[in-house]
């Protein structure tokens, strides 16, 4: 006999079988279709896997970001040099010492440091600077590396230059010989332009030199702001291994004189025909960043611009050679050092800068206002007349050379006698 049907209890839907639990009766109290129920079920299943992998993702991100680098990982290279014992060792990075402005102040720079017993020589290895410190106002800057050994400040290897950053990437080596034999310089794999004889350290001075590590500001064409310096005693590093360094930048030293160049040219003067030939032969040490130089060559009367003429460009290139002649037409009267009419020339290296405009990298005066030796080639072209007279000479600074001629606003000025 069956028991009577509970009058409080919910019938079942047809089709479904109505169990005990706090579940199915909420199931069957919801108005909505079958369908719809495994929608929304499916969705709420698929939002929380995003959750918990969104989630996931973070941690891993702050758990890389807190990770502090190995002591002294050594890692081998696979190749024996000399009697180099061959493995990297990369120091912690917060066991450096920093500048005396404080931690990361100045920024850091990767670099790497191996001495190969059998050719002799040290090569040193840029790989990367971080966290660098704009100089003035500016917020980035257009920095590279000037690499060289104390005893030997003269010489040096200069990297590419990196536009608008304070966190770049050099990828370049350089090598010191340290024989007393002539070599050539080398730049490793990806070396940079910046290339001048190899310099020689005798073996005794080892111990005592000091690598010199300073990054320039090369956003003005003919003065370069230093932005920090680094000096790593040699003597204090264990050479037998190969090296992968971290070290903090510290401030710059004084600032040097800056080397723009030099430059190459002939004077001739006819005083029969009162004409003035000057030709453009060739430059170097030029920076290595310049794009398309050339050169302008400008008269002078009165601290007045009078004539002027330009070569062609030259690309990709830091010793252009141009030979190229331009013939003035000048009165015998304006070419005595003596006479109060004399003319200055003016041979002044521009480029194009960082603003796609053209920007003076340094100028070389010739004439009654000179000194030096660029005086004595104006001197040697009037005692050897009609006889072109070849000589080089050191640009300066385009601002000390304006400076120094007090150049008024240009008009033009007739010939005497015209």
Wanted: aromatic content about 6%; proline content about 11%; glycine content about 10%.
């Amino acid at each position: 006999m069956g028991h009577p049907p509970d009058p409080y209890s919910v019938p079942a839907p047809v089709g479904t079988s109505a169990g005990p639990g706090l579940i199915p009766d909420l199931i069957t109290r919801i108005p909505w279709s079958r369908w719809a129920l495994v929608a929304a079920t499916v969705l709420a299943g698929v939002l929380l896997v995003s959750c918990l992998l969104c989630a996931s993702c973070c941690c891993r991100r702050r758990g890389r970001h807190r990770k502090k680098p190995r002591d002294k990982k050594a890692v081998g290279l696979g190749r024996a040099c000399g009697t180099t014992t061959t493995h990297l060792v990369q120091p912690d990075v917060d066991n450096v010492e920093s500048g005396p402005g404080g931690p990361q102040q100045w920024g850091r720079l990767q670099l790497s440091l191996e001495y190969d017993f059998g050719s002799q020589e040290i090569k040193v290895g840029l790989r990367q600077a971080a966290d660098l410190r704009p100089g003035g106002p500016r917020a980035t800057a257009d920095p590279y590396a000037r690499v060289s050994l104390s005893p030997l400040s003269g010489r040096s290897h200069e990297t590419k230059v990196h536009r608008s950053t304070l966190c770049l990437v050099f990828d370049e080596t350089c090598c010191f010989h340290v024989s007393l034999g002539s070599a050539g310089w080398g730049p490793g794999p990806g070396g940079g332009a910046g290339s001048h004889p190899c310099p020689q350290v005798p073996p005794d001075e080892l111990p005592q030199t000091a690598l010199r590590v300073q990054v320039l500001d090369g956003r003005s064409l003919s003065q370069h702001q230093p932005l920090a310096e680094l000096s790593l005693p040699l003597g204090a590093v264990d050479l037998q291994h190969v090296l992968e360094l971290w070290l903090q930048l510290g401030p710059p030293g004084a600032a040097e004189p800056e080397q723009v160049g030099e430059l190459c040219c002939s004077l001739r003067y006819v005083p029969g025909s009162g004409r003035l030939t000057v030709v453009v032969l060739e430059a170097r040490g030029l920076s290595p960043g310049l794009a398309e130089p050339y050169v302008k060559v400008q008269l002078l009367l009165k601290q007045r611009k009078w004539k002027k003429r330009k070569t062609s460009a030259r690309k990709g290139t830091a010793a252009p050679y141009f030979n190229e002649a331009f013939t003035f037409p000048v009165p015998f009267s304006q070419i005595q050092p003596a006479s109060p009419q004399s003319v200055d020339l003016v041979l002044a290296v521009w480029a194009r800068g960082p603003q796609f405009r053209p920007e003076p990298v340094g100028k070389v005066v010739l004439g009654a206002r000179a000194s030096g030796q660029p005086l004595q080639h104006w001197a040697d072209m009037l005692a050897h007349a009609r006889r072109p007279v070849v000589q080089w000479h050191r640009l300066q600074p385009a601002r000390e050379v304006d400076r120094a001629l007090a150049l008024q606003p240009r008009w033009r000025l007739p010939l005497p006698g015209s």
